[in-house]
């Protein structure tokens, strides 16, 4: 699985309550240096978005809540697009060409809206 496909699933996991903050961050931190040298793309901004929250947190400067909040914020706002055919693949964003391959209901299961299309 390539990265940006595997940083989806962690935070789509994190977000639903699958997995915790410590098991996020066990597996992101290690991660950060491969995602932060992608070019420049909407997976390397989230993780950037993502690191400064997880400083803030550290700080006490932003409860989990928020952070989560602002995770789905910026899912939200991301380009963001299903194929509803099996195997679901997501495109986050045009300058990214590799598809990122989940069971679309997950997003609609964390809050975050999507548009889907059919291939």
């Known amino acids: 699985m390539n990265i940006t496909s595997e940083l989806y ?3 789509i996991q994190y977000l639903d309550g699958e997995i915790s903050l410590t098991q996020f961050e ?7 240096g491969r995602i932060i040298s992608l070019p420049d793309c909407p997976p390397r901004e989230l993780a950037g978005d993502i690191q400064l ?15 989560k909040g602002l995770i789905r914020e ?13 195997p679901y693949f997501v495109f986050a964003g045009t300058t990214n060409p ?4 989940l069971d ?6 964390v809050g975050v809206t999507y548009e889907a299309v059919t291939a």
């Open 9 to 11: 699933r962690k935070i």
């Open 26 to 32: 066990d597996w992101f931190l290690p991660n950060f």
């Open 53 to 67: 929250a997880l400083a803030e947190m550290s700080n006490g400067d932003r409860t989990e809540a928020e952070m």
């Open 74 to 86: 910026i899912l939200q706002s991301s380009d963001i697009v299903i194929c509803e055919s099996a």
């Open 98 to 101: 590799a598809p990122i391959i």
């Open 104 to 109: 679309s209901s997950i997003f609609s299961d």
